[in-house]
């Protein structure tokens, strides 16, 4: 595949407000989107308790009430050492319970408590609102587009979307540093 240039004459919308070019590349955009993303959903999240990971695991444990931990991992793509985490800060602020599966003893089920899904029923509308906020630069038809495209390269792409995937390995940069 040709390597994407960036042109001298970029249009003006391509620029940011400080005349630099905006990189028409996927991964540094996707970065960048990521980020605006994170910021407006932690700034919905102020005082609800939770950070951006867990209110999401607790929407999803809503959305599929019984979901098994590694499920769950799985499902959205964190490390299963990570959801138990999660679990166990979500169990002690009273939001999640554990219970056992009778099929499989060594599986726990996930459900939201009474006061995980008042949180979730709180926070929604504030939720929501950031997510159309975010959408809000596109005109209606693009936004429904722009969130059908994503979903099509997240699907097309889903070998590449696991726990870690893309990170430096713990003393990578001390090795290759130290053999230089």
Excluded: W
């Amino acid at each position: 595949m040709p390597r994407t240039r960036l042109p001298n004459d970029l249009p003006e919308h391509l620029h940011s407000p400080g005349g630099v070019p905006i990189r028409p590349v996927p991964a540094p955009l996707a970065r960048r989107f990521q980020q605006i993303c994170a910021s407006m959903v932690a700034k919905a999240l102020e005082g609800a308790g939770v950070v951006q990971l867990e209110f999401a695991v607790l929407v999803f444990i809503d959305d599929v009430s019984g979901i098994d931990q590694r499920s769950l991992a799985e499902a959205m793509g964190i490390a299963r050492n990570n959801v138990s985490l999660i679990i166990d800060e979500l169990e002690k602020k009273g939001l999640v319970e554990r219970r056992i599966n009778g099929a499989d003893r060594r599986a726990r089920e996930l459900y939201l408590t009474p006061r995980g899904k008042e949180l979730r029923r709180r926070t929604q509308p504030k939720i929501r609102a950031a997510n159309d906020r975010i959408l809000a630069p596109l005109k209606t038809a693009e936004q429904k587009h722009f969130i059908e495209l994503l979903i099509r390269l997240v699907e097309g792409n889903r070998a590449y979307a696991r726990p870690g995937a893309g990170r430096r390995k713990r003393g990578s940069l001390q090795s290759t540093v130290g053999n230089k």
